[in-house]
């Protein structure tokens, strides 16, 4: 059966298109809301958008990155499509889920949760499986099957870790500030906890360290860039440790420091028209 | 006495930092906030960055215009700063001041009321002679002579009149979606009333199209942009009665309509880059 997508919002901007969406996801078995940046029509003897997907961080809607990136203005030029999910389930009242800022919702991990209680957050299904195929049901204009994907910290791990797991699916992935290996940091510990139970070899399949060992033959080098004056940078997000594991394995990837930058927005509208155009590359436009 | 600034965060973005400060307003009677965006360090050599104030529309705060509208890439570029004030006076506890969204708090129509309960609206002492005075004791880079003004939709009213209001202080204005005739649309009207009293002759000083009559010999063309698909057009902003009142005084206006685009950050987003530079070369930059 189709899903039917509402159409919440709609606002012109670079030529293009920000649309917001609601659907009822029979994945997290409630309504979900993404975003979509349509660039300006293609000309009419040319092939559809291809699809770049952001993953949001902590706390964040599919909002956040639409409204404060300034990503539309280089998608625009280069004709990609921006498609921004929610970062977890919401409404379900799951005893507890809003407690915290860091774990339930709006911090989905971007996995398929195997514990009783989280048994709706299964992001990683969601944005992998669902999301492309409501983009194909109903958007003509884009073409899901040439995917990009990056994100933002919680995001940036979600990125990695869909990207390296699924080779066939994506062309190119980057990331800002990523959880870079959540099995060994208190944001991810916590969460995979819960989600995941006790066993730590079952967390293993949502790190990008562990991941890129098992998977190193990647089609594109992965950019990642990194504010040094992020407060999160060597409890939480330690991409030291992910470039150490491509080292180990020989996958490409661009590890950038930027000085002086922050874990916010401001630092992502800076570097985001370089993430872009590396995508693009890969999408071959 | 010099007025005490606290810096309360501070974000590095294009090479410059966005800052927001906190300090006791003497004009308004309470603490207020405003945003500064520092461009990167100009040479030894060079001079001090001018400025460029940002008024923001209804129920707005200093945060708005920094983190939607993507000014920064190319105020950093352009070498030129950017002030964003909040746009009423806040924390005052004044009866009904947060009963309606487009009047009281944030929403402060950038003007000096005089009706006894409202006595702390001193939008336009604020901006216009507060603010100046609190940047030159406290920021050593920035050099408040040289200074130009726009904003969006109530801050279009506030950047437009205070511009013809005081030729000596800014070089340059320009508007996205400014409400052009205050004094006849309901917006308009609601705050006059309250702020102003029933003397609607009093209305006249706050209003684009009564001032251009009185002043306009104006230094430079005033640009301003207005979205075709904004719903707010025809019953609050009304740009074409100011294109006619420039018309019928020989001021010079660009008024360009934009097919398609609303009234949102979106909007402004898309054109920002040709108002910064607007303002970049009046300002002789």
Known sequence: METKLTEISSSKLFGGYNKRYRHFSPSLGCYMTFSVYFPPSPPPTSHKFPVLYWLSGLTCTDENFMSKSGAQRVASSEGVALIAPDTS????????????????????????????????????????????????????????????IFGHSMGGHGALTIYLKNPDKYKSASAFSPVSNPINC????????????????????????????????????????QGEADKFL??????????EACRKV??????????????????????IDDHIRHHAQALNL
């Open 89 to 148: 389930p919401r409404g379900l009242n799951v005893e507890g889920e809003a407690d915290n800022w860091d774990f339930g919702v709006g911090a989905g991990f971007y996995l398929n949760a195997t514990q009783e209680k989280w048994k709706n957050w299964r992001m990683y299904d969601y944005v992998v499986k669902e999301l492309p195929q409501v983009l194909s049901e109903n958007c003509p204009q884009l073409d899901p099957t040439r995917a990009s």
């Open 234 to 243: 060597h409890e939480q997000l330690m991409p030291n440790k992910f470039e």
């Open 186 to 225: 208190p944001w991810g510990q916590k969460a995979f906890t819960n989600y995941l139970g006790g066993n730590k070899t079952d967390w293993e399949e949502y790190d990008a360290c562990c991941l890129i060992e098992k998977y190193p033959d990647i089609s594109a080098t992965i950019l990642i860039d």
């Open 250 to 271: 020989n996958a490409p990837l661009l590890l950038r420091y930027q000085p002086g930058y922050d874990h916010s927005y401001y630092f992502i509208a800076t570097f």
